[in-house]
């Protein structure tokens, strides 16, 4: 069993944990997922690590309120206890040899991207990022963002905060001014992470994207993060958690991955729906 440490509501539908974890606490690099199970009946999720401490021995997840199980999760609080918490597990974010860098996070997916950004800002390397988000009520991380970041662009679809527009405008308008990027990372939901690599293309950066959105049970077993590859011409079948998360974005089939996500939308709104019925007959 583990024990939750601290909760904190991030945005309505976003929801931060430190879970005791000293083990996994102790490995876990960025880039990096967990699989946790809420108690003895739950599923297996994947979940990335969005932070450790050492010395507390803490684990930080962030996660959305999307089906059944983060739902359940999203009620249990501090001091309660979570069944299982394995990892660290996939392969982690390659850092070595950067010098410049651009983030480019959407939504939830900065949860992700954040602990990438700080491991780069602590070995010194010149951090872009650029955070998107559909309006101001759904912000989150933008202190964290700003404290390892040389440069930060805050991008709201409708203009409610920040800038106007998606996370690609600030992105095609730096790269036509001449900034050079070594790399650029983006982590987001597939459409967004399609649209930073076309972006891109012309200019001839090199991009990594993070496939955690089609994860499912984290181990390859079940085959629904299946992703196909365009290698030197060739197709390559890959596993996003067992051969991933990361690849290079100009190799990924998108429009396949996200054929195939859109699969469990209806399964995943069931079981929250389920999950959420099933809490209010607890509270009557």
């Given amino acids: 069993m583990y024990r939750i440490v601290e909760k904190k509501i991030l945005n309505p539908t976003v929801v931060q944990l430190q879970i ?7 490995k876990a690099k960025p880039g990096q997922f967990i699989i946790l199970r809420v108690d003895e009946s739950g599923e297996r999720i994947p979940l990335t690590v969005a932070g450790t401490n050492k010395e507390a021995g803490t684990v930080k997840i962030i996660f959305q309120i999307v089906g059944g199980t983060t739902e359940k999760l999203s009620h249990k609080e501090e001091g ?16 070595d040899g950067l010098k410049k860098v651009c983030i480019v996070g959407g939504g939830v997916g900065c949860a992700i991207a954040m602990p990438i950004a700080e491991a780069l800002h602590a070995r010194g ?8 988000f559909r309006n101001k009520d759904l912000l989150i991380l933008e202190d964290e963002f700003r404290a390892c970041s040389n440069t930060l662009r805050v991008m709201t679809d409708d203009g409610s905060y920040g800038e106007h527009g998606n996370v ?16 650029i990372i983006t982590i987001g939901p597939l459409i967004m ?14 991009v990594t994207v993070s496939m955690n959105p089609i994860m499912i049970d984290g181990t390859g077993m079940c085959g629904g993060c ?13 596993f996003a958690c067992v051969d991933g998360p990361d690849f290079n974005g100009y190799e990924v089939d998108f429009d396949e991955a996200m054929s195939r996500g859109r699969m469990y939308f209806d399964f995943e709104r069931h079981a929250h729906e389920e999950t959420c019925n099933l809490f209010k007959k607890e509270v009557q």
């Fill in 168 to 183: 690609t405008v600030p992105l095609k308008e730096m790269l036509e001014a001449g900034e050079k990027f070594d790399m």
């Fill in 226 to 238: 299946r992703l196909t590859l365009n290698v030197d011409g060739k197709k390559v079948t890959k």
């Fill in 20 to 26: 005791e974890a000293p083990l996994v606490a102790n």
């Fill in 80 to 95: 309660d206890y979570i069944q299982d918490f394995v990892g660290p597990l996939g392969v982690a974010t390659h850092l």
């Fill in 193 to 206: 992470m399609k649209f930073v690599t076309l972006t891109a293309k012309p200019f001839g950066t090199p």
């Fill in 125 to 132: 390397v010149d951090v872009t990022s650029i955070i998107g």
